[in-house]
């Protein structure tokens, strides 16, 4: 591979996201609706080695609930705004 050549398998979107984050997850049927009854918020608890899943706890699985992997291109970041 030359110089000018980018090795797109090293570019990940999930690096836009790290623990703590709070998210919303928008399924594809919601179409980029925010408010779809489908959604479901949740906080990051980690992004896997190749940033290709990122791990959320989401809020209605309760307490035990372990962490469930998701695209990133699915998640939006809320704010306290």
Not at 8 to 14: H, Q
Not at 16 to 28: A, M, N, Q, S
Request: proline share 6%; hydrophobic share 30%.
């Amino acid at each position: 591979m030359s110089e000018e050549q980018i090795d797109f398998s090293l570019i990940s979107w999930g690096n836009e996201f790290i623990p703590g984050d709070r998210v919303r997850y928008v399924p594809h049927h919601a179409r980029g609706d925010l408010n779809h009854p489908s959604c479901e918020d949740g906080t990051v608890k980690r992004v896997g080695k190749h940033a290709g899943t990122v791990f959320v706890f989401y809020d209605n699985d309760g307490p035990n609930a372990t962490a469930k992997g998701c695209a990133p291109e699915a998640l939006e970041r809320l704010t306290d705004e």
